[in-house]
């Protein structure tokens, strides 16, 4: 079945490491995203890509980073610039013209 | 980016209630979405809405795409424990790749 994979589930990182979250897709679809969500609040869009090799920044890019190399992948790296970097990150696909499809989310803790 | 107004915030209803909960949007869109997001998981869609004017069922949940474009509302009938989730509104536009933009989201309490 096709759909959208996100790992790992759940990851803890140390103050000062960067960490990359990644999101594999086989639904053949051209545009990937990446979502932040803090408690208790909406998505709010840090990333995405319409096409392999291409990415633009959403509204909370700052202290992320992402690469395009393939289109079943869109990994985030959240680095050390990133000042609160615990929150739920969620990655979605879309077909154009039609809605998202949405990854099960990578829970990001520091400790 | 745009964010829709979604409202209410949050809900407390008794099992076997009816539900409803709605969107609006400065924004004219050409498509709106409602998806429901379980605790720890990602969003789910749940109803996709093409034409203004056009109120569709998918079981329990009913939803309208309002006369104007800018707002949408989505009922549950009937509710049941496992409806408790969040449930998001999302309006698209089909030209864009940053197209979809969503709300903020109704956070659904059912007491059994």
């Known amino acids: 079945d096709g759909g959208i994979t996100q790992s790992p589930k759940y990851l803890f990182r140390k103050e000062g490491q960067n960490v990359t979250l990644s999101c594999e897709q086989n639904?053949?679809?051209?545009?990937m995203y990446w979502y932040r969500q803090d408690p208790g609040q909406g998505l709010r869009l840090i990333y995405y890509?319409?096409?392999?090799?291409?990415?633009q920044k959403g509204d909370i890019a700052e202290g992320y980073s992402v690469s395009r190399e393939k289109k079943e992948s869109f990994p985030l790296t959240v680095t050390s610039a990133q000042k609160n970097p615990t929150a739920f990150y969620l990655c979605?696909?879309?077909?154009?013209?039609?809605?998202?499809?949405f990854g099960s989310g990578t829970r990001l803790t520091v400790v | 980016g745009q964010q829709l107004n979604q409202s209410p915030q949050s809900m407390f209803i008794q099992e076997g209630e009816d539900v409803s909960m709605n969107c609006t949007s400065s924004s004219i869109f050409n498509t709106w979405l409602w998806y429901k997001q379980d605790p720890g998981e990602g969003p789910v869609l749940l109803i996709a809405?093409?034409?203004?004017?056009e109120l569709t069922s998918n079981g329990r949940l009913t939803a309208q795409f309002g006369i104007t474009r800018k707002d949408s509302f989505l009922n549950i009938s009937a509710s049941i424990p496992s409806d408790v989730g969040i449930y998001f509104c999302?309006?698209?536009?089909?030209?864009?790749?940053?197209?979809?933009?969503f709300g903020t989201g109704t956070r659904l309490t059912v007491i059994p």
């Open positions: 999302a309006g698209l536009n089909p030209t864009g790749a940053n197209n979809l933009f």
């Open positions: 639904l053949n679809h051209d545009a």
């Open positions: 979605a696909s879309r077909k154009q013209g039609y809605g998202y499809t």
């Open positions: 890509s319409q096409i392999v090799n291409d990415f």
């Open positions: 809405l093409y034409k203004a004017g």
